[in-house]
């Protein structure tokens, strides 16, 4: 369930589009150019979460929240925690043209992907998180490794060197590396004087100074994570190639922003709407294209610039959604050899999502049981996604119908695979024709970070 959630969260610019949609973007502001690693009040978002409806965006013009994912909010909240607990993605943020935090009629920022505490030594194991890596500078060493009596490491990273088949720690009193601890006393690592018991952690080296089982993380009696922290004030983030074009530019990025002064005081942010679209690998040898339409961005930012609340709203396109393939996700009954667009109009998202029945008397009649999009957004009527024979056991969505009633079905080769599917058809000026698609809204918090890097060289 993971993996779909989390390609769902981060966001990158696409730039402009001619076409007369529901979304026009805005052109950018006057103001400092949008400069990497030359921008103010870094940060990064430390808590991201599905809103309720309530919380979307009035995103169709009728005067009503449009935020159809809140109906899965539930099945996706653990998910969502989990990859933040597990750093799996960070998004930092720098502003440009913001030189302090006060009204404006033009602010700018990118919106970056960061890598924290990577799998250095290609073990499997990462250092930084809970039953991490102990030693990310050694693929012998990690959680799940044989203990090797008598070279004084700790092997499989339970805290321990050289304990023995029943667990029972080492009986060696010799400080050997001449730190003031030995193997009996705690010492987790007899060659290294940089680690033993009570040593402060070391974020970036990749050894577990402190002999807690983990390597470039610490954590008090409740389990709060008191070093090493992608969301530390004192943390600088190393960013991912993906953050950039290939001429170096930020992918997302965000250059036609207000601050406003609220009635009651508080500095609002608001940017967008855009067109966007990330390119996420979330399992070896998958890579998701996601596209988000008219994103908008609405925030409350603290004037010392440390930290902000906002939310974030935009659709999921169709022919982004059947692009996401590949997946087992059993909550939603999706198997790899379908996509989320599948699951979500001819299988059970939709009826958790409460997706409209489309109206047309033709389609209800040719192609019973179809379902649209919540927003149109090409503004030629709701699109249409069917699976044309619904009574079978192959849950897919092989029929488009576009809003100007131009109906796609899937190509078919001879054998019988699909080599076009109906949602990926574009118009007669090559357009994508399907790009209705559902509203999302998300609630993000950020905190203050030290820096932002530049990813290392290739």
Request: some cysteine.
């Amino acid at each position: 369930m993971k993996k779909i959630w989390l390609g769902l969260l981060v966001l990158c610019s696409c730039g402009g589009d001619s076409r007369k949609e529901l979304f026009t973007p805005k052109p950018e502001c006057k103001g400092d150019p949008v400069a990497p690693y030359q921008g103010t009040f870094p940060q990064v978002i430390s808590s991201l979460q599905i809103g309720d409806t309530s919380d979307g965006f009035d995103l169709n013009g009728d005067g009503k929240p449009d935020n159809k994912l809140a109906a899965a909010s539930s099945l996706a909240m653990s998910a969502i925690q989990d990859s933040f607990n597990n750093y799996e993605i960070i998004i930092p943020i720098e502003f440009f043209n913001l030189p302090q935090v006060a009204a404006t009629k033009c602010v700018k920022f990118a919106i970056y992907l960061a890598n924290f505490d990577p799998d250095g030594d290609m073990d499997g194991k990462r250092p930084g998180i809970s039953g991490g890596d102990c030693n990310d500078n050694d693929p012998s060493i990690h959680p799940g490794a044989t203990e090797i009596v008598g070279n004084m490491k700790d092997d499989d990273c339970d805290g321990l060197a050289d304990e023995d088949a029943q667990n029972h720690p080492s009986t060696d009193m010799v400080d050997h590396d001449g730190d003031g601890y030995s193997m009996a006393q705690g010492d987790c690592d007899d060659t290294d004087p940089m680690v033993h018991p009570g040593m402060p952690e070391i974020c970036g080296d990749g050894k577990d100074n402190d002999c807690d089982g983990v390597a470039d993380r610490s954590v008090d009696g409740s389990g709060n994570v008191t070093a090493c922290s992608p969301y530390a004030a004192t943390q600088d983030l190393v960013l991912d190639p993906r953050s950039f074009d290939d001429s170096g530019n930020p992918q997302i990025v965000f250059d036609n922003g207000t601050i406003t002064q609220d009635k009651d005081g508080n500095l609002v942010m608001d940017a967008g709407p855009s067109l966007f679209n990330v390119n996420i690998p979330v399992a070896d040898g998958l890579v998701l294209d996601l596209e988000i339409t008219g994103a908008q961005i609405e925030a409350t930012m603290q004037p010392d610039g440390t930290t902000m609340t906002g939310r974030l709203g935009g659709v999921l396109a169709a022919n982004t959604m059947d692009q996401i393939r590949g997946l087992t996700v059993s909550e939603i009954m999706l198997t790899p050899d379908e996509s989320l667009l599948d699951a979500t109009f001819a299988n059970i998202l939709g009826q958790l999502l409460a997706l409209p029945k489309a109206k047309s008397t033709k389609t209800q009649k040719d192609y019973p049981g179809c379902l649209t999009p919540d927003i149109d957004v090409d503004g030629d009527g709701l699109e249409a996604f069917c699976d044309s024979d619904p009574t079978d056991d192959k849950k897919v969505v092989d029929t488009c119908i576009d809003g100007d009633g131009t109906v796609v079905h899937d190509v078919v080769d001879d054998m019988g695979n699909v080599t076009m599917h109906c949602a990926q058809a574009t118009d007669s000026h090559g357009k994508p024709r399907f790009v209705d698609g559902v509203s999302v809204e998300l609630n993000f918090q950020t905190t203050l970070i030290h820096s932002i890097k530049a990813p290392p060289s290739s």
